[in-house]
């Protein structure tokens, strides 16, 4: 292995581990809105809009409908 090759296989291990921290904080960020926690303090923590949060909120739900 080269160093390209070293630097792509580097390069997808860490795209990897931004999906799954991305999934890690969005099941924080639906226990969170679970627990009552207003979508102000989220997005100052987080850094997320409203309408995010929101969606977030949506995409969860259809998911646990079917």
Do not use: C, N, P, W
Request: aromatic fraction near 2%.
């Amino acid at each position: 292995m080269d160093e390209l090759d070293a630097a792509v296989a580097e390069h997808r291990h860490a795209l990897q581990q931004v999906e799954v921290t991305r999934l890690k904080l969005h099941e924080q960020i639906l226990k969170a809105l679970a627990r009552g926690v207003i979508q102000a303090e989220l997005v100052r923590r987080t850094g997320y809009t409203r309408e995010r949060l929101r969606q977030l909120a949506r995409e969860a739900d259809e998911k646990s409908a079917h």
